[in-house]
Each structure stands twice: as structure tokens, then as C-alpha cells.
């Protein structure tokens, strides 16, 4: 059926290095990829969003790549710091009589000092 | 503006016992949704809306109805609570339905 599937489940990084979270989906006519974090306690909030007619978008150390062909995508943050210990969801827009935005399971990020 | 304004933060039912689970927004969205979180399963779309008058199934509506009789409520009916409904309910807006989504702050219900 339709989904997304997210990996890894958790991810632990030492700060200062890179973290990447992939996502697959699985209809060929999506084409807005947005990515949310959330916080503890906390409603998801978007981080950055990128649609099918852009391969690569960066946001300061956030950066989201789009593979249309292989129908995956990816969150790229770089230079981790604390404050970016989270759930991250990434999710894409689904279309069968409207369309809606189906999520990933999340990756759970923790920064290690 | 207030945003997204989900009441209440908190709720207790018994088995077999209905409630409404209240959704607001102040932006005139057109795009609305119901998402259900539990651990380790993401976001799961219950029900959404793509303006007034008009809604649709998501991924987990069985036991959820819904209605959108304004721009601006997006309520969320459960009929008869099963312990498997317990979850926290996020409600979403956004301009469109391949935009930016707003979430409340989160609905807490408990079904023993």
C-alpha cells in the first residue's frame, strides 16, 4: 500500500559529526518531501521541506536530497550540536481522491558530548 | 493568532464511552488533518479534510468520524473508546495540502 518507511529508528552521533536519516515512499506521483522535528513533550515543527522539481535544498547545517528516480530521500545535518537531540519525521504527499501527507516512523537523534 | 487550539490536552474514558476531541484554527487553512502518535509508529493520518464540507479516510479511521461544516473546526468524533484508541491526537493545518503543516499542541486520551 501507500507508505513511507524511515531508517534508522535511532541514530546516537558524536557532536560535531554528521547525521543522515533516509527515507523511501512508495507513489511515484508524490512530490512535496517536507521533513519535522520534534521535541520532547513538544508538536512536530517543519525543518525544512523540499518538492520533486529540486534534487538537493540547504538550510545552514540542514540539507535534504531527493532521488525521484530511486523514490528516496534523505535529512543531512551536519556539525551537530545538543539542541539537535530529537524525533525526526520525514513524510511526502500522497494522492488518491485528494491528497494527504503520510509520515515515517521517525528516527529518535541523540548528540552525544 | 492562537495557531491550532486542541481541547483537551487530557482525557480519561471507560470503555465504550464517546467523546469529541475539539480542533480549531484561526489562519483560514483549507487543509486539515487528524494524525494519531503512538511509540514507534510514527504519525498515522486518521482523517482529513481538504476544505469545507469535504473529507476523506486516512490510514487508521475505523472508530474515528469526523465533520467540517467551517474553514475553521475540524472536530474528531470517537463513537464507542477501545483501550487500542489510546494514543496522543495531533491536529494539523495547513494553506494547502502539500504545504507547511501547523500542529496543536497534542490531545492525551487514555481508554481503560
Known amino acids: 500500500g501507500e507508505n513511507v518507511e524511515q531508517h534508522p529508528s535511532t541514530l546516537s552521533v558524536q557532536e560535531g559529526d554528521s547525521a543522515v536519516i533516509k527515507c523511501t515512499y512508495s507513489?511515484?506521483?508524490?512530490?512535496?518531501f517536507p521533513w519535522y522535528k520534534q521535541e520532547l513533550g513538544k508538536r512536530p515543527q517543519l525543518i525544512i521541506d523540499?518538492?520533486?522539481?529540486?534534487g538537493e535544498k540547504k538550510d545552514q547545517r540542514i540539507a535534504v536530497t531527493l532521488n525521484k528516480t530511486a523514490k528516496h530521500f534523505s535529512l543531512h545535518i551536519t556539525e551537530t550540536q545538543p539542541e539537535d537531540s530529537a524525533v525526526y519525521f520525514c513524510?511526502?504527499?500522497?494522492?488518491?481522491?485528494?491528497?494527504?501527507?503520510?509520515f515515517g516512523s521517525g528516527t529518535r537523534l541523540s548528540i552525544r558530548p | 493568532n492562537a495557531g491550532v487550539t486542541q481541547t483537551p490536552k487530557f482525557q480519561v474514558l471507560k470503555t465504550g464511552q464517546s467523546m469529541t476531541l475539539q480542533c480549531a484554527q484561526d489562519?483560514?487553512?483549507?487543509?486539515m488533518s487528524w494524525y494519531r502518535q503512538d511509540p514507534g509508529m510514527g504519525l498515522r493520518l486518521i482523517h482529513y479534510?481538504?476544505?469545507?464540507?469535504?473529507?476523506d479516510q486516512g490510514e487508521v479511521p475505523n472508530g474515528y468520524n469526523v465533520s467540517r461544516s467551517t474553514t475553521e473546526d475540524f472536530p474528531l468524533r470517537l463513537l464507542s473508546a477501545a483501550p487500542s484508541q489510546t494514543s496522543v491526537y495531533f491536529c494539523?493545518?495547513?494553506?494547502?495540502?502539500?504545504?507547511?503543516?501547523?500542529f496543536g499542541e497534542g490531545s492525551r486520551l487514555t481508554v481503560l
Open positions: 489562519m483560514n487553512h483549507e487543509y
Open positions: 523540499i518538492r520533486s522539481n529540486v
Open positions: 513524510a511526502a504527499d500522497l494522492y488518491s481522491s485528494a491528497s494527504k501527507i503520510i
Open positions: 507513489d511515484s506521483a508524490s512530490n512535496y
Open positions: 494539523a493545518s495547513s494553506r494547502t495540502s502539500t504545504g507547511e503543516l501547523f
Open positions: 479534510s481538504v476544505g469545507a464540507g469535504i473529507t
